[in-house]
């Protein structure tokens, strides 16, 4: 929800990870394969959850991607494969009513923990349009499908700006036609709003206007488009829901609800999202932890996964508290406001998929039936969100189908004993996806002791008095900018005279940060591994430290481990005019023990203009 509060590397991750995942943006390509046309097959024997009620036990037929008959008794041709589904549970094809998408490999994760439909609450457009056309061709069938809102609407440098993405910002209610219209020509399937001044995590940043906000949903159900408004607390919410918002994304966590908030949502039509898992993180609970032990998940999990389950935001200068939501969550379905099941992965504390489990966990420990959860997840966000083809267990509708061992109608979690999950009528295969997660854990094990890089016994990595900038160990030091990420900020690095503590060498660290990405950058990469971004094991230390001088500006300590995906930990550092010695220690970066490094960085912005710094005698102890 609020990736980067507390945690600024997540949203410098953003924008690294933007460029990382430039293939994934521009070529979503490399996750498709060819239409497969879907065999015929016939499950019984299942126990059938149709999205609103259990049938009892009854048979499914599917052919040709879709749901031909339901019933106890139906006749099928012959040679029709049977699946036999005794002691299982079939549900309709789950769908998460919140993420965030930019990479192909995030759907197919979705796939495999029986999601089915991704509604993405922001990306990049072009990112959702490359997928959305291919799978209108039939094609990506090993991944969830994807709905998204395209970018977000919200205030120059609010909530959505500081993920390293240029996002079109509006200031006043004139612009919010012209701003969803051409949201709807990218192929927004639905108008995401940012309404959140940040107080709630003990924050201040700017937002829309209440009158912005409401031009901004006027002009979306001009164009016949629902209107989805992310908020921080409870007076947000009250403002969306008189502003005539269809739909909240998030609850508030800010306070408990007063006696007249189920009574207004409800009075107004509102559908409610209220992302339980991640106001659970924003509470300082991991609240994916308790997955990554769950052996009917873990194999599927990558230990990036697993990483980011074991994340919270940590401890904010407030205190929020997941428990309101719950409270609210209670009340709104006492007076029957539609609650929808969404994760907001992947925050700190969620996966894509896997999240979704926990949260149809948490909405069962704030009061809905297991049954409830479940309409939650499948009929109920396909009504509101106008997807007819899916949603339920019904001849005509698609068959995107979860089966599942056990009866998740009596306990919740046994959702997660997937036994098989098809979309459109073909089977996702889980045992590859299963395999490949199997070989990543084992590289991370082995990278976990594999030996120290050649080179760092004395755990100096570079004095630069040979006059050069070279480094010890590893594939040494380059220049590292935004330019990779579309950004324009450029630097440079040379050797100058007159070293910290006397010596007579340091590096020099310049450049001129350009304002046009949020989370900007330039500066300088140290790559420890034998090549760029290749790992290295480090942890035999426990910190580092390098000298610094400069121009007086705040810069920034990055470190990228594997575990840590494409998002980098930091901390700050001020370059004052005489040499200061600086030492972090590595557990600093969101805890890393330093066994899979794969680059350090210095760097300047995000803050635009001309910098100049100097670092020498960079160290591990
Ligand atoms: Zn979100």
Known sequence: MRPGMNLPSFAIGGAIASILLVAGIYFPGFGQNPPTPAP???????????????????????????????????????????????????????????????????????????????????????????????????????????????????????????????????????QAQGWVDARIAEGSDYVKIIYDDGSTYGAHIPTLSKETMKAIIDAAHRRGKIAVVHIGDQQGAKDAINAGADGLAHLFADSEPTSDFAALAAAHHVFVVPTLTVLESVSGIASGESLTTDPRLEPYLTPQNVANLKRSFGQLPTHPSEKYAETAVRELVAVHVPVLAGTDSPNPGTSHGASLHRELQLLVRAGMTPQQALAAATSVPAKTFHLDDRGEIAPGKRADLLLVKGDPTRDITATRDIVAVWKAGVEDDRDSYRAEVAKQKQQAASAANAPAPQGSESGLISDFENGKPDANFGAGWSVSTDTIAGGKSMGSMKVVSGGANGSQWALDVSGDVDGGLPYAWAGVMFSPGPQVFAPANLSSRKSLSFWTKGDGKTYRAMIFTDSGGRIPAQQVFVAGSEWKQVTFPLSAFNGTDGHDVEAILFVGGPQAGKFDFQIDDVQLH
């Open 40 to 174: 015929a097959f016939v499950i019984r024997n299942a126990q059938v959850f149709d999205g609103t009620k259990l049938l009892g036990t009854a048979s499914v037929w599917v052919k040709d991607g879709q749901i031909k008959a339901v019933g106890r008794d139906i006749k099928v041709p012959p040679e029709t494969k049977v699946v036999d589904g005794a002691g299982d549970t079939l549900l309709p094809g789950l769908i998460d009513s919140h993420t965030h998408d930019w990479e192909a490999q995030m759907l197919q994760q979705a796939l495999v923990f029986g999601v089915t439909t991704q509604l993405d609450m922001f990306t990049d457009p072009r990112f959702a349009a490359g997928i959305k056309k291919e799978q209108a061709e039939g094609k990506d069938l090993n991944m969830a499908d994807l709905r998204s809102s395209g970018y977000l609407a919200t205030a120059p440098h609010g909530h959505g700006t500081e993920y390293g993405m240029p996002v079109p910002t509006l200031t006043s209610p004139d």
